[in-house]
């Protein structure tokens, strides 16, 4: 039997992230291209993303036919299209002027995950591609939130729209993130919990 889920946020009842949750609106657009076996993970950052910035749009899929769709909606934008992948031709975010009506692609998951991702999408290679400084002041102060080594898709984001506008105010993204976390860690026996602290 499933545990009950909150209607709104669909984090488990006793696990409600409503209250957290501040929404935004921002000027870029924000595409998650998904691996299948990340939906419904529960440490996904990603519907978290969804719940805070609610035009995010996300798409399940891993082969170039399952993306059909978004890459015809791509070809029809009139808005330069990047995609959020660090690699050799990569250029930094934090010192590359971009303009605010684009459209920003990401891969969700594990870098295994995003990797093979990009591996089965050749047409992804297409649209330059951005890399984030992770060292850089700002990206410091939003990645104190996770606890975690690896880079999630909500924080991944809460970067790039400060890079592409050091103005904008990440902080609906940043407390989600922190209430997830502590939401986690109040979940754990009190040993595993002190492992995290
Ligand atoms: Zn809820």
Same mark, same amino acid.
């Given at each position: 039997m499933s545990r009950p889920t909150c209607p709104n946020c669909h984090y488990p009842q006793n696990a409600c992230l409503c209250a957290s949750i501040e929404t935004m609106q921002v000027k870029p657009e924000l595409i998650i291209l998904q691996d299948p076996s990340e939906v419904g993970h529960a440490k996904n950052s990603v519907r978290l993303l969804e719940l805070v910035i609610p035009n995010t749009q996300v798409v399940v899929g891993e082969t170039a036919d399952d993306f059909a769709v978004l890459r015809e909606q791509l070809a029809q934008s009139k808005k330069p299209v990047y995609l959020v992948y660090p690699s050799d031709t990569s250029v930094s975010a934090n010192q590359t002027k971009i303009e605010s009506e684009?459209?920003? &692609?990401?891969?969700?998951?594990?870098? @295994?995950? *995003?990797?093979?991702?990009?591996?089965?999408?050749?047409? &992804?290679?297409?649209?330059?591609?951005?890399?984030?400084?992770?060292?850089?002041?700002?990206?410091?102060?939003? @990645?104190? *939130?996770?606890?975690?080594?690896?880079l999630s898709t909500l924080e991944a984001a809460a970067m790039m729209l400060k890079a592409i506008d050091a103005k904008q105010n990440v902080a609906p993204l940043t407390n989600a993130l922190s209430a997830m976390v502590e939401q986690r860690l109040a979940s754990m026996p009190a040993d595993v919990r002190a492992r995290y602290r």
């Open positions: 684009v459209i920003l &692609l990401f891969l969700d998951g594990t870098w @295994r995950k *995003a990797y093979k991702l990009l591996q089965l999408n050749p047409w &992804l290679q297409a649209y330059p591609a951005l890399h984030l400084d992770l060292d850089s002041a700002s990206n410091y102060t939003i @990645r104190k *939130a996770s606890r975690s080594d690896s």
